[in-house]
């Protein structure tokens, strides 16, 4: 996917970890072996100063330095919605400020999947960004009657703008696989939980197409360096040559026309906007039939 | 095995087992022991207690007599150590086995105390609710003198007993106890851990759901794992088995310590552990 991208990782990254793309909600996926408080410390070392952090903390105690405000994490939404709410911007507000808010979250696997969706609608807002770490392989009970509904890391993966799953920096996938049979055994190696380690980014575009890029990270160096470009730009390279002299037209692509792909919209995202509520988009154009006496041709 | 060098336990970089900086005022902190079948953790718990209360672990390395000793020595011109606190609680022994265990180095029972929830808990707590009993059970653990180091023998028990959920038993529990008290170290049995993952198909019955997830929340919030299991080979005459230290999920960036992973072999004889590397 990442392959035909014209825009640079690294930037990419950069810009959703310091909140200027327009990612409402960051989702952190890690496991045993690299937990995603890394992430939560990289947002808050790029966010800008006037931005006030929002904590919500369902496993540490502590109050790290960055948070304006620190809440403790409890299993019911609306009493967590209650406690988040009183930090948040009214809508007003949120026009005049010109600081962002942001809520982090340290571990969101503790509200259950029915409740997750509201949780997030109403805590995300044009001026809220939502931050929040989900453990992946932490089972969940699913009642039977909930049995084909969505799990909650469905859900999560399904609302998030930008997802971040990180991966402990491993020597080839042999070694993987041992780790992932110990892990299940929850019999911890040794080089777990390190300052170096690996990042998937699964960056959401507004045209609703996915790219996704892998990176190599330093947490003590703040470094993100792209992985596997190589191997993504030689087959952009091959995709290039294929096409070439297969037709007397021209199949290629610009980067000005890649970019320029890449920034459409695709219609089905509007229905994706929940405010809607299902109706039919319309939109009138110059050149359309309309007939005022046709009551059946109302698209409104 | 007599020929091999033995070694001193150490968890943090400052050549500590429970260094000083844990300690600091505000910092609140979590350890967590896992064992396995055959290979009990009482002389790891020992150890802890011992490094809190005299300022290492005598018994690790040395023969009874030579901890003895050396404790009796460090008792005497350490009235200093008195303004520790240290408590226990178990739910898999009764206080006369951690008496045992510490008054052979002669350390007077008042200066720690056990929280016996093996005897009769069921009786005591018969009738009241789940969240009713965990309030009390914070209440007992956190009483004046506050204790600045608390050991939890397998709290996941509380999953069965209460019938609750490891999301409660960690909101209403364990978090409440790591915002009080400095440091606590949860001492867990994970023989029967087994987490297929979230990818598989596999149905997991729901009393397993809430051991992983109780597990798997204790490793995200402790700065430092401490894993004993049996050796992977079987059994040795010279060896009992392996304790992995490795980093935690939490972060220890605020601290200007970090963990020290290593992989020490041990072996148990009598009353007395020693350690060895590989």
């Known amino acids: ?300 | 095995m007599t020929s091999v060098q033995k070694q001193d336990l150490r968890l943090f970089d400052d050549h500590s087992v429970l260094s000083q900086s844990l300690f600091r005022p505000e910092n609140h902190h979590a350890l967590f022991v896992t064992h396995k079948l055959g290979t009990s953790p009482a002389w790891l718990i020992n150890a802890l207690l011992e490094t809190h209360i005299l300022g290492a672990p005598l018994t690790l390395n040395e023969s009874q007599a030579s901890a003895i000793n050396t404790a009796n020595r460090r008792l005497a011109n350490a009235v200093t150590r008195s303004t520790k606190n240290t408590a226990i609680a178990s739910w898999v022994h009764n206080s006369e086995f951690f008496h045992s265990a510490l008054g052979k180095l002669k350390i007077d029972p008042s200066r720690y105390k056990v929280h016996d929830y093996l005897s009769d808990f069921v009786l005591k707590y018969h009738g009241k609710t789940g969240q009713k009993i965990l309030k009390n059970l914070v209440q007992e653990l956190t009483a004046e003198p506050k204790p600045d180091f608390l050991i939890l023998e397998q709290p996941e028990l509380l999953l069965h007993l209460l019938n609750i959920s490891s999301d409660e038993l960690h909101l209403d529990f364990i978090n409440q106890l790591t915002k009080i008290i400095p440091l606590i170290v949860i001492v867990s049995y994970t023989e029967a851990y087994d987490n297929p993952g979230t990818d598989t198909s596999e149905r997991i019955s729901a009393n397993m759901i809430e051991q992983i997830r109780f597990s798997n929340g204790c490793v995200f919030k402790s700065i430092a794992v401490l894993g004993i299991r049996p050796l992977k080979t079987g059994r040795a005459k010279d060896v009992t088995g392996t304790l992995t230290i490795t980093r935690g999920g939490a972060s220890l960036s605020h601290l200007p310590i970090e963990v020290a992973e290593n992989e020490y072999l041990f072996q148990t004889q009598k009353d007395t552990t020693k350690l060895f590397y590989r």
């Open chain 1, 1 to 300: 996917m990442a392959s035909l991208s014209s825009q640079n990782p690294s930037v990419i990254l950069q810009r959703i970890l310091s909140l200027k793309e327009s990612t409402p909600f960051i989702l952190v996926l890690d496991s045993i072996g690299r937990s995603g408080h890394c992430i939560l410390d990289e947002v808050a070392r790029e966010a800008e100063s006037s931005t006030t952090v929002i904590y919500v903390s369902f496993e540490s105690t502590r109050k790290p330095d960055y948070a304006t405000y620190f809440i403790e994490g409890c299993s019911t939404v609306s009493r967590l919605l209650d406690s988040i709410q009183p930090f948040l911007p009214s809508p007003e507000q949120s026009k005049l400020s010109k600081g962002k808010y942001l809520i982090m979250i340290d571990c969101i696997n503790f509200v259950t999947a029915p409740n997750t969706v509201q949780l997030i609608t109403q805590l995300v807002s044009p001026s809220v960004a939502l931050v929040a770490v989900a453990h992946k392989n932490h089972p969940e009970y699913r009642p039977a009657e909930l049995e084909n509904y969505p799990s909650s890391l469905q859900l999560l993966q399904f609302m998030a703008s930008s997802i971040l799953e990180l991966f402990p920096a491993t020597v080839d996938d042999t070694a993987e696989q041992e780790l992932e049979s110990q892990l299940q055994r929850l019999e911890i190696p040794r080089g777990l939980n390190s300052p170096t380690y690996k990042l998937t980014l699964t960056n959401r575009r507004k045209s609703g197409r996915a790219l996704r890029y892998t990176f190599k990270c330093d947490s003590t160096a703040h470094t993100f360096t792209p992985i596997q470009e190589d191997i993504s730009q030689a087959e952009a390279q091959e995709g290039t040559e294929a096409l070439e002299g297969l037709t007397t037209f021209n199949l290629n692509t610009s980067n000005k026309q890649r970019v320029a792909k890449e920034q459409v919209a695709l219609p089905f995202l509007e229905a994706q906007s929940f405010n809607t509520g299902g109706a039919i988009v319309y939109e009138f154009e110059k050149d359309d039939d309309y007939d005022e006496e046709d009551p059946y041709e109302d698209p409104f």
